[in-house]
Antibody, heavy 122, light 111 residues
Framework: QVQLQESGPGLVKPSQTLSLTCNVS??????????WTWIRQPPGKGLEWIGY???????YYNPSLETRVTISVDKFKKQVSLKLTSVTAADTAVYYC??????????????WGKGTTVTVSS | QSVLTQPPSVSGAPGQRVTISCTGS?????????VHWYQQLPGTSPELLIF???NRPSGVPDRFSGSKTGTSASLAITGLQAEDEAHYYC???????????FGGGTKLTVL
């Protein structure tokens, strides 16, 4: 059974780059049946989709964040990474890594990591 | 302001039935895009509850059901139990935003 574990600095200074890693265990990271996504949740608020990366390496980002986001995959290390540049306090959130499965016409997240909390503060 | 609108809160007594609505527009649910539902228990990460409008993943009790009509979707929970107390989120896709979108979430309180 696939498991996801996010990790990274819990505190990032304003204007710096947030970098997180998601370790994938118990399953393939490069199967054509799934792909990977990052989602975040500000304190006390709802979920916000950040972006996807397909097994081919193709990416697609939320247009509201795409100028600052990069998602990548290291198939050998079985890791999915997130970089978010020029962070502000508004980027403070719990960041989740999730596996995405193809739906009928909208794909869905069927496995989630436990999340990692990132605070942006000087 | 979420693209998909959910009531902030709903409540019900044990054993009762509650429904949670997810209202969209012609660029998301109304355009034919499917809806998925997630349950987030206190202090945990979200878990898939309903996919493709009406389908339950293995292990999800049949007390949970989903439906979709027009520009809205609904999650129904029957035989309410204390362990159902959680936040519930709907998810779809919006063609105007070209993005995956979530509802703002609904907190279910079991009285």
């Amino acid at each position: 059974q696939v498991q996801l574990q996010e990790s990274g600095p819990g505190l990032v200074k304003p204007s710096q780059t947030l970098s997180l890693t998601c370790n994938v265990s118990g399953g393939s990271i490069s199967s054509g049946d799934y792909y990977w996504t990052w989602i975040r949740q500000p304190p006390g608020k709802g979920l916000e989709w950040i972006g996807y990366i397909y097994y081919s390496g193709s990416t697609y980002y939320n247009p509201s964040l795409e100028t600052r986001v990069t998602i990548s995959v290291d198939k050998f290390k079985k890791q999915v990474s997130l970089k978010l540049t020029s962070v502000t306090a508004a980027d403070t959130a719990v960041y989740y890594c999730a596996r995405v499965t193809f739906g009928n016409n909208v794909d869905y997240m069927d496995v989630w990591g436990k999340g990692t909390t990132v605070t942006v503060s000087s | 302001q979420s693209v998909l609108t959910q009531p902030p809160s709903v409540s019900g007594a044990p054993g009762q039935r509650v429904t949670i609505s997810c209202t969209g527009s012609s660029s998301n649910i109304g355009a034919g895009y499917d809806v998925h539902w997630y349950q987030q228990l206190p202090g945990t990460s979200p878990e898939l509850l309903i996919f493709d409008n009406t389908n339950r993943p293995s292990g999800v009790p049949d007390r949970f059901s989903g439906s979709k009509t027009g520009t809205s979707a609904s999650l129904a929970i029957t035989g309410l139990q204390a362990e159902d107390e959680a936040h519930y989120y709907c998810q779809s896709y919006d063609s105007n935003l070209t993005a995956v979108v979530f509802g703002g979430g609904t907190k279910l309180t079991v009285l």
